[in-house]
């Protein structure tokens, strides 16, 4: 054992020296700088002669140039060069829904290879970092979630790409663009109403009083990244003034800065934080815990849990929708963005912009927007929500109003400062 | 003088690799260098590089630039450290430390009242009292929770005891430590029985007797015969189960989070979430240096025992003491206990799969579409589409029995090599360090291995390893070539070298003497040494979950995925199916070749 332990001194003390070999080498892209060579001298001529008058921007890569020219494409033309990529398109997916929106998307598109991986959010991130820009064959382009760790981890990094097709600009607000959030998921307050004498939830400042101790159950948000994200933006300007106003509504007064918090959204956070429970770690076991459970407990959980289980249709009333109609004051809920970007080391960038434009489709976005489904919203405002079999979804603009939604710059700005705010006191 | 010299060094050299115990040994010391120095100098390289992100953010320098700022922040005393990393530690150690001493508790006392009393129905408790390690130590946490959740506590749904018995137990007694505890000792309990077994029956009983003649009582007897000598055995055992316990993961997720519980290893994923990279892999290089103490306390004491293994010998009779009157009640007492935590968890699983909405029990809400429905695109909603009719179930199942199958040949085989490689240089300072290396898988986290193989895999050199079955083999295999190889070293030390001896005289090629005389001679034990890796790799999720393709591609990662979006029942029948086929696999190889878990993990301790 001591000869281990030798060696493993040696091998320390050699591995300060050594670093880490190839991966050391290959961490950045290895992406090809755009060249001028006779294919970009055609692309160039083409612009050119269409559109004289704009200012084309400069790119430091041949991919970043390909999505540009592709937005402004049809899905004709796209197809047309997509046929002439040979290589497979791999996309990483959160959703396992893209599975359906990649079958109808070859049947649409019969001469394109495009294969899908369901990857967990939290080894996304790993994957493609670890992948992107290395010698491994990995995805080409990827639907994920987490506007922090998108925006700070992978786009700054310039390993994903943004692609936002031209015609479509119209129709989906500017804010979810860049980077092109093709749907949403809400995850909404449910209050267990089984006995009707529970009082129902007004304002969201009833979920800091010492009732609720242990009663309002929530994934830990140190394992489950959105939900964190959505404690960091309580603190923002917007949140925190609607968390102001819902103080000044509950206790009849204006919130005053005592020093101990820093806003009133951290004075929210730090008691409702202390009356969280995390005992379940999945969001259908907080839908099926709190519906069977105790009237008058709190679950936050994905609304198309709903969907599949009686008892909770029957048991659990939406906050957004209680009160008699007029929901509960400050936010109903959260929620987030499942992003599109392309790999910054894709071979196929053409198929790529190509299933992208499918997807914010209303053919595409089929896979999500059916009577199947709820709690999924497309964030291309010109396709109506289809109604689900329960009757209980409504628009997006609805919960739009009235759920927190992520914002990739406010978490870029503040996510450190926050989350060990936070984190010590999920802890 | 010189050439003379050179011609000297090169006889040696030509000599020493003559031998190909020789060969094998140089080969594996360079192969656990490289499986020791790529994961060590990536780690180190992680520890002090600043990563893109949050990191990024709070250091304001640039990505991959040079930095302590990790390790200030995790050790530097204040509200961070202290509750990501001080408290962690704390809590990991008191798993590790009150788990294994339960467990040495549980598992001690049934091994004596096996192997040393007339107690009845010893086969049927043999039998169920393995069933705990047999099945992954979350799924026993899943159980605590279905059986002892009460209305008074956390989620307030009612749990089994509560609704047979009406009893609603403390919150305490639910969740947190006290939990943990309990399922790891009794997850580790077997282990412990089995060490502990094999050197009761192995002591020679005339010691005891001996004290039975002086007229010393039954209690003065145990207390200063049996236990001084199985003393170094379960010391042993302690560190094994401490090690494993300290390091614990999944447990303390089930358990823990409702009263934020957290453990080394529980911290360590929420920093990877959340992006502290850096601080992850600090505290992964520490579990490491902590598993090395252990390893090299355990080791000492292992070392210790020699002494006393010299002096005992097999006892050819060994008295049972009669438990008279006691014998029913105790017999009764160790089957109920053992059928509580070996049949009915299954039986608890088993109704979980045909419930459609989870936890109402009723016979109006029972179906088999868990199992055999037809819709099979529906289970993506978390609706109808049996396992067993589901294609992509099917397939994920086979590929799962078909890694399980793969990361055994190559871990038992290359524990075979290793085995035989260092019985037969026993002495030799490149033995012993061989010996020691081929442990140093078992002391990194699952977490951190796969991350460190998945970036291996996407250099250049390795890229063809990349999203294929191949790393999955070698990952599987190199993790699980700790449990081989200790096994093989253990069985061939069995062997009298004399054996082989006169097959060299009569020039029989190397291969042979290994496969045609040492592997018969010892294939139970061998064979149980390719046992271990296929029932791990069975019930392994967070080890393959980083580097297959997608989540569906194999049973164990698409229960992590259905566990994750809170699909109970699919969950359920999944593990039910793992747990039954482990099972299966244990029985049938028993029957046909005598080899099972039993014998692969005793192995670890016949030093």
Redesign the interface.
Same mark, same amino acid.
């Given at each position: 054992?001591?000869?281990?332990?030798i060696?493993?001194a040696c091998?320390?003390t050699?591995?300060?020296f050594?670093?880490?070999?190839?991966?050391?080498a290959?961490?950045e892209p290895q992406i090809e700088p755009a060249t001028s060579g006779p294919a970009e001298e055609k692309t160039e001529e083409a612009t050119d002669s269409k559109e004289a008058a704009e200012e084309v921007p400069e790119f430091d890569t041949e991919i970043e140039k390909t999505l540009y020219e592709a937005s402004k494409m049809s899905d004709e033309e796209l197809y047309a060069k997509a046929k002439e990529e040979k290589e497979k398109t791999v996309v990483y997916s959160t959703t396992?829904?893209a599975?359906?929106a990649i079958e109808t998307f070859l049947a649409k598109y019969p001469d394109l290879t495009i294969e899908?991986?369901?990857?967990?959010e939290?080894?996304m991130?790993?994957?493609l970092?670890?992948?992107i820009g290395? #010698?491994?064959? $990995?995805a080409d382009m990827a639907l994920l979630q987490n506007a922090?760790?998108v925006n700070?981890?992978?786009i700054?990094?310039d390993l994903l790409y943004n692609y936002f097709p031209e015609s479509l600009k119209g129709v989906v607000d500017e804010k979810y663009q860049d980077p092109t959030a093709i749907l949403f998921v809400s995850k909404l307050i449910f209050m267990n109403k089984s006995d009707a004498s529970v009082e129902d939830l007004k304002n969201v400042w009833q979920l800091t009083e010492a009732a609720y101790k242990?009663?309002i159950?929530f994934k830990?948000p140190?394992?489950?990244?959105v939900g964190?994200n959505f404690l960091i933006m309580l603190t923002s300007d917007e949140w925190n003034k609607k968390l102001s106003d819902a103080y000044k509504s509950y206790f009849g007064s204006e919130w005053n800065n005592t020093a101990e918090y820093k806003s009133c959204a951290y004075e929210f956070l730090d008691k409702f934080l202390a009356n969280c429970?995390?005992?379940?770690? #999945?969001?259908? $076991?907080?839908?099926?815990?709190i519906a069977?459970?105790?009237p008058g407990?709190i679950g936050l959980f994905v609304f198309s849990?709903l969907?599949?289980?009686?008892?909770a249709r029957a048991n659990l009333q939406i906050a957004a929708t209680g009160n008699d109609g007029a929901g509960i004051e400050g936010f109903a809920g959260f929620m987030y963005p499942t992003y599109a970007q392309v790999c910054a080391d894709t071979d196929t960038p053409y198929t790529c912009a190509l299933f992208i434009n499918y997807l914010l489709s209303e053919e595409g976005g089929a896979a999500w927007n059916n009577a199947?489904?709820m709690g999924t919203y497309l964030s291309n405002s010109s396709i109506a929500l289809v109604p689900d079999s329960t009757g209980l979804d409504k628009e997006v603009d609805f919960w739009l109003d009235r759920c927190v939604i992520e914002d990739g710059e406010y978490l870029?700005a503040n996510?450190?400062d926050v989350?060990?705010y936070i984190?010590?006191r999920?802890? | 003088m010189k050439l003379i010299n050179l011609e000297k060094i090169k006889n040696r050299i030509k000599t020493y690799f003559s031998n190909p115990a020789n060969c094998m040994l140089v080969f594996f010391f360079i192969v656990f260098?490289g499986l020791?120095?790529y994961p060590?100098?990536?780690m180190?390289?992680e520890m002090f590089i600043v990563?893109?992100?949050?990191e990024?953010?709070?250091i304001s320098a640039k990505?991959?630039s040079f930095t302590f700022y990790h390790i200030q922040k995790l050790f530097t005393p204040g509200?961070?450290s202290v509750?990501?990393f001080y408290?962690p530690f704390k809590n990991s150690f008191l798993l590790g430390f009150f788990g294994a001493s339960l467990a040495i508790i549980f598992g001690g006392v049934t091994a004596w009242l096996m192997t040393r009393s007339n107690l009845k129905y010893k086969k049927l408790i043999g039998t169920l009292f393995m069933f705990p390690y047999l099945m992954p130590a979350w799924t026993l946490a899943q159980f605590w929770i279905y059986l002892f959740q009460n209305?008074n506590v956390?989620?307030?749904?009612k749990g089994i005891v509560q609704s047979l018995f009406g009893l609603c137990m403390p919150q305490w007694f639910v969740?947190g430590l006290f939990p943990c505890v309990i399922v790891n000792s009794l997850h580790f309990a077997p282990f412990a029985y089995i060490l502990i077994g094999g050197i009761l029956q192995n002591m020679d009983a005339t010691l005891e007797e001996s004290a039975q003649i002086l007229r010393a009582n039954r209690l003065r007897i145990v207390r200063k015969v049996t236990l001084p000598i199985v003393m170094p055995a379960l010391l042993s055992t302690f560190l094994l189960v401490f090690s494993s316990g300290f390091a614990s993961y999944a447990v303390p997720?089930?358990l823990g989070?409702?009263v934020?519980f957290?453990t080394l290893a529980s911290k360590m994923?929420?920093m990877?979430?959340?992006?502290y990279m850096g601080q992850a892999y600090i505290i992964a290089a520490v579990m490491i240096l902590c598993g090395?103490i252990i390893?090299?306390i355990n080791?000492?004491y292992t070392n210790k025992r020699r002494s006393f293994t010299t002096v005992t010998g097999k006892s050819g009779q060994v008295s049972l003491v009669d438990l008279k009157k006691a014998n029913g009640p105790i017999s009764i007492a160790m089957i109920v206990l053992t059928v509580c935590f070996s049949v009915v968890p299954l039986i608890v699983f088993a109704l979980q799969t045909i419930q459609r909405?989870?936890?109402?029990y009723s016979i109006s809400n029972w179906t088999l579409d868990f199992w055999i429905g037809k819709d099979l695109?529906a289970y993506?909603?978390?609706?109808v589409g049996g396992i067993l009719v589901g294609k992509d179930f099917l397939m994920a199942l086979f590929r799962l029995v078909l890694l399980s199958i793969a990361c055994s040949v190559f871990a038992g085989t290359a524990g075979l090599f290793i085995g035989y490689s260092v019985v037969r240089n026993r002495r030799t300072?490149l033995s012993?360090?061989v010996e020691?290396?081929s442990?140093?898988p078992y002391l990194i986290p699952t977490i951190a291995f796969s991350?460190i193989y998945?970036?291996?895999?996407?250099?250049?050199?390795f890229?063809f390893l990349?999203?294929s079955f191949l790393l999955l083999v070698i990952v599987g295999g190199v993790k699980y070539l700790p449990f081989a190889s200790r096994g093989c070293i253990n069985s061939m030390l069995q062997v009298s070298a004399e054996i082989e001896e006169a097959a060299i005289l009569m020039k029989v090629p190397w291969y042979k003497r290994i496969f045609r005389i040492l592997v018969p001679i010892q294939k139970t034990s061998i064979f149980s040494g390719y046992l271990l890796p296929i029932v791990s790799a069975m019930r392994e999720v967070d080890l393959f979950?980083?580097i297959v393709?997608?989540?569906?591609y194999m049973l164990t990662t698409m229960l992590?995925?259905f566990?994750?979006?809170?699909?109970?029942q699919y969950a359920s029948a999944i593990t039910l199916l793992i747990i039954v086929i482990v099972l299966v696999i244990n029985q049938v190889s028993s029957k046909l070749t005598g080899a099972s878990i039993s014998q692969s993990v005793g192995s670890y301790n016949k030093q």
């Open positions: 054992m001591k000869k281990l332990a060696v493993l091998v320390l050699l591995s300060c050594t670093g880490c070999g190839d991966k050391a290959s961490s396992s829904l599975a359906t899908m991986s369901d990857i967990g939290a080894d991130f790993t994957k970092s670890t992948e290395s #010698a491994a064959d $990995g922090y760790r700070n981890e992978l700054s990094e242990d009663k159950f830990n140190a394992d489950e990244p964190m429970n995390y005992t379940y770690t #999945a969001d259908g $076991g907080i839908c099926g815990g069977e459970g105790e407990s849990k969907r599949t289980n009686e008892v199947d489904n870029a996510y450190a989350y060990e984190a010590s999920i802890n | 260098l020791s120095i060590i100098t990536a180190i390289k990563h893109a992100g949050i990024k953010t709070l990505k991959g509200e961070w509750t990501s408290i209305t956390m989620s307030g749904n969740y997720v089930f989070g409702a934020r957290y994923k929420a990877i979430n959340a992006g090395i390893l090299m080791q000492r909405i989870p936890g109402d695109d993506k909603m978390g609706m300072k012993k360090m020691a290396m442990f140093f991350a998945l970036a291996l895999a996407s250099t250049k050199t890229s990349y999203n979950a980083l393709s997608n989540s569906s992590l995925a566990n994750q979006t809170g699909y109970d």
